[in-house]
């Protein structure tokens, strides 16, 4: 997994993202029980990544897109990564967990809320098994709540999706210095 990825400068471990996202390394038995509750299989990529940093914000924050979005032309952003430590809110299963954003925020239940965005849940990121079923490997999309839960494609694996993740900065189009 992540062949030639370097995560030495991946992660923004501040207060904010120790408090809300960084869980306790997860047990195998962890992953199944989140596994078993979400009525999903997690994608290889994602558990190897939480083995190493269970969720957090990333320093890189946005992922490019070839058609517009709520939040840009040209890309979405994210606020941070769900892990799956249950004490944490920003979590697989924790307070802002898939199925509050399916139940309460009536987002499309095609699979499990991944990522957030800075938009406070009028755009969240979802690993989608719509195609690939339970077990499958998932689609990694955007979800627009703004625009009746328009679904942008963004990568088509949560490994590709992390390694596509780019500097906000990247975007930055205007020119302050005229």
């Not at 989140?34 to 299989?41: A, H, N, P, R, W």
């Not at 990564?81 to 249950?86: P, S």
């Amino acid at each position: 997994m992540f062949e030639g990825f370097d995560f030495t400068d991946f992660w923004d471990d501040g207060s904010y993202a120790l408090k809300n996202y960084v869980g306790e390394p997860p047990t195998d038995e962890m992953i199944k029980s989140v596994e078993t509750e979400l009525g999903y299989k997690l994608p290889a990529s994602y558990i190897w990544l939480i083995r190493h940093h269970n969720g957090g914000v990333p320093l890189k924050t946005a992922f490019p897109t070839s058609s517009p979005t709520s939040w840009a032309d040209d890309h979405i952003a994210i606020e941070g990564i769900y892990g799956i430590d249950r004490n944490k809110p920003n979590s697989l299963c924790g307070s802002f967990s898939s199925q509050f954003w399916i139940s309460e925020w009536g987002y499309p239940d095609i699979g499990v809320a991944i990522c957030d965005c800075p938009s406070a849940g009028h755009d969240m990121i979802f690993l989608d098994y719509s195609e690939c079923g339970k077990d499958g490997e998932p689609k990694v999309v955007h979800i627009d709540q703004e625009d009746d839960y328009l679904i942008t494609p963004l990568a088509d694996s949560f490994e590709l999706f992390i390694r596509g993740l780019v500097d906000e900065e990247s975007f930055e189009t205007e020119d302050f210095d005229e």
